[in-house]
């Protein structure tokens, strides 16, 4: 009787160790959703100069990777400024987490200087993926 209860009282502990050794969370890989610009004709997609009041136009496609996307949010920051004003802000509905695509027009301000313009969007785990352009304004 001894020498059944020794094997399987190994094979239990042997068991045991590798079903709790496996149960182990993996760890969220944190991929940032993917964000493109538009680079069709009459699309802005590079760092440009330009004149006082032009219109720009800028478009970005983002794809969900690893989380639903969450929110588009652009902004901007004149002249170097450490901090950026947000133009445009917006919170996605579920049509729309898979994918979303969005133009947006803007104005040059009449004042020579320079307009940083950052796109950032956001998934569900806070992933942030962003794009920036900078004009200079002559």
Do not use: H
Not at 69 to 93: H, I, P, V
Not at 120 to 125: A, E, G, K, Q, T
Request: charged residues 20%.
């Amino acid at each position: 009787m001894k020498t059944i209860f020794k094997p399987l009282i190994f094979g239990i502990i042997l068991i045991s160790f590798f079903g709790l050794s496996s149960c182990r969370k993996n760890k969220d890989a944190r991929i940032p959703p993917n964000v493109v610009f538009k680079t069709d004709v009459g699309y802005t997609s590079a760092n440009a100069t330009v004149a006082q009041g032009d219109t720009i136009l800028v478009g970005i496609k983002a794809t969900k990777t690893e989380d639903d996307l969450k929110s588009y949010n652009a902004s901007y920051a004149y002249d170097g400024a450490s901090t950026t004003t947000t133009f445009y802000n917006y919170l996605l509905n579920s049509a729309e987490y898979n994918y979303y695509e969005k133009d947006l027009q803007l104005i040059m301000r009449n004042q020579a200087g320079t307009e940083k313009w950052v796109f950032s969007i956001v998934d569900r785990d806070g992933n942030i993926t962003q794009l920036s352009l900078t004009f200079t304004v002559i």
